[in-house]
C-alpha cells in the first residue's frame, strides 16, 4: 500500500443520514438519535476503532501508523465516554439484601432481640 492507497482508504461515502447526524452534532443542534447516529459513524468508520490496524503490504509501517492512528481517536473518544466524570453521581449496583437496600436509603436497621 502506497501514500495514495492512504488517502483513497481515508475517503468514506458518507450515507445521507449520518452526514445529517454529524453536521446536526457540529452545529449543536443534534437530538439524541442523531448525537447517538453521529457517534457511531464516527466510532465504526472514521476511527475504525474494532478493525485491526495491522495489515500485510510493503510498506506495512506507513500503512498500521495511519490506521493506529485513526483508531487511536476513536479509543480516545470511547475513553472519554466510558469514564465518568467527577460530577456525575456514582451508580451503585442494585442492593442484595433488605438491609443494604435500608443503609443506602439511611435508615438504621432495627437491632435484633436479644435473647437471654
Do not use: C, H
Amino acid at each position: 500500500m502506497r501514500l495514495k492507497d492512504l488517502e483513497l482508504d481515508a475517503q468514506l461515502d458518507v450515507p445521507r443520514d449520518a452526514g445529517s447526524a454529524i453536521k446536526a452534532l457540529a452545529a449543536g443542534t443534534a437530538d439524541a438519535v442523531a448525537q447517538r447516529l453521529a457517534y457511531r459513524f464516527i466510532l465504526d468508520n472514521l476511527a475504525g476503532v474494532d478493525r485491526m490496524s495491522f495489515v500485510l503490504a510493503g510498506d506495512m509501517p506507513m500503512v498500521l501508523a495511519w490506521r493506529e492512528g485513526r483508531r487511536f481517536v476513536g479509543v480516545q473518544l470511547r475513553r472519554i465516554v466510558d469514564t465518568p466524570m467527577t460530577d456525575e453521581p456514582e451508580v451503585l449496583p442494585p442492593a442484595r439484601t433488605m438491609t443494604e437496600r435500608a443503609k443506602r436509603r439511611g435508615v438504621e436497621a432495627p437491632e435484633a432481640p436479644k435473647s437471654e
